[in-house]
DNA sequence: AACATGATGATCT
DNA sequence: GATCATCATGTTC
């Protein structure tokens, strides 16, 4: 059953992206494949500001980030590590280098091919933290400078449903200004990544 | 040399 | 189940 899903307008998504980052917990990330449509609601999200050491855009734009200064509402898609695909929202107008690293989502329809995409069985690790996102969700560099406010293989919808309660903490994996509140997640929520002392 | 991670295995409870 | 240490991996600076 495919249900309609109306793409968020970018008139809808907050001008600051600390705002966007919060607002977009709970908020629905569709993936059209040739024969399936991928759902997951969005748990866990990080702020990435201009000033900001842990920014990617923070230095300058490069051929790597430069979709990070695309108009809010676009994809910037890196690789880390060597081996995982990050998933984020550009933030702020046009030529400002912030964004929003999409951390987390709870599967909600697609599981099964998610399941092929992640090979694993369990629900609770599809797309509990950034890289494993980025696979249950067949991202990669492809999507990078994609405007995820239109309907397209990849796009931001909603459903109407809140979540119970949205928590704010320090960011995972950094270590320049790694003491910025700029982390935010559902609370009570087994599919949110990261330690259990940063998700109280 | 650093890095916005994840899988695994050890060692608790 | 929680928490921790270890390390594979390649792009960027």
Redesign the pocket.
């Known amino acids: 059953m495919t249900v309609a899903l109306r793409p968020l307008a970018r008139g809808e998504l907050p001008e600051d992206t600390t705002e966007l980052a919060r607002f977009l917990i709970g908020k629905l990330l569709a993936r059209d494949l040739a024969d399936a449509r991928l759902v997951g609601r969005i748990v866990e999200t ?1 702020a ?1 500001l201009t000033g900001d050491a ?3 855009a923070y ?1 300058r734009m ?4 430069r979709s ?1 200064f695309r108009e809010r509402g676009h994809a910037y898609v890196y ?6 695909w ?1 998933l ?1 929202v550009s933030g702020g107008p046009e030529g400002v280098g912030t ?1 929003v ?1 999409i951390r987390a989502a709870e599967p909600l329809a697609g599981t099964e091919h998610m399941k092929q995409l ?1 090979g ?1 069985e369990l629900i609770r ?1 599809l797309a509990r ?5 980025a696979a249950a969700f067949a991202i990669d560099r492809g999507f990078d400078g994609a405007d995820l406010c239109r309907e397209g293989p990849l796009f931001l919808t909603a459903d109407g449903h809140d979540v119970d309660g949205i928590g704010v903490s320090t ?6 200004d790694a003491h910025l509140p700029l982390r935010f997640y559902a609370k009570r929520n087994r599919f949110v ?1 990261g ?3 940063l998700n109280a």
């Open positions: 990080e990435y842990a920014c990617h230095r490069t051929e790597r980030n990070l690789r880390s590590y060597g081996l995982f990050m984020n964004g690293l992640r694993t690790d933290g950034p890289g494993r996102l960011r995972i994996g950094i270590t320049r990544s330690p259990t002392r």
